[in-house]
C-alpha cells in the first residue's frame, strides 16, 4: 500500500495495483481501474515514486525471502550430510558372508 493526502490533509493507504492513471488538472487526480477518482496532495511525479518503491520494495521482500529459504535449505542439508557421516556404518554379519558367493555364469557355446 502507498500512503496518499487528501487535499484536506487526511492521509489513507491505496493499493497501487489498482491505479489506473495519475494526471494533473492542475491538483493530481489518481483514477483507479473501477473509475473511482481521488484528488490528492501530491504531485504526479511523487505518486509515481511512491508506486516505484512500493514495487521495488516488493521484489526486495521476495527476493531477500528467497535467499532466506535458501539459506536454510542449504543448512538443512548440510546438517543432514554432517548427520549422516557420523552414523556408523553397517558391517556385515558373519552369517551375512555366506550369502555373499558369487556364481559364474554359464559359458555360451559357440
Do not use: C, W
Not at 16 to 31: H, K, Q, S, Y
Not at 71 to 78: L, P, V
Request: glycine share 6%; proline share 6%; hydrophobic share 40%.
Amino acid at each position: 500500500m502507498i500512503v496518499l493526502t487528501r487535499l484536506n490533509g487526511q492521509a489513507f493507504a491505496l493499493n497501487p495495483d489498482l491505479i489506473e492513471r495519475a494526471e494533473a488538472t492542475p491538483d493530481t487526480v489518481v483514477t483507479l481501474v473501477d473509475g473511482k477518482k481521488y484528488v490528492v496532495g501530491e504531485s504526479v511525479r511523487e505518486v509515481v515514486v511512491l508506486v516505484r518503491n512500493f514495487r521495488a520494495g516488493v521484489i526486495s521482500t521476495a527476493q531477500a525471502m528467497e535467499d532466506q529459504a535458501g539459506r536454510e535449505q542449504a543448512g538443512r542439508e548440510h546438517a543432514g550430510r554432517e548427520q549422516a557421516a557420523r552414523r556408523p556404518v553397517p558391517q556385515p554379519r558373519d552369517d551375512e558372508h555366506a550369502y555373499a558367493q558369487v556364481v559364474p555364469l554359464p559359458m555360451r557355446e559357440s
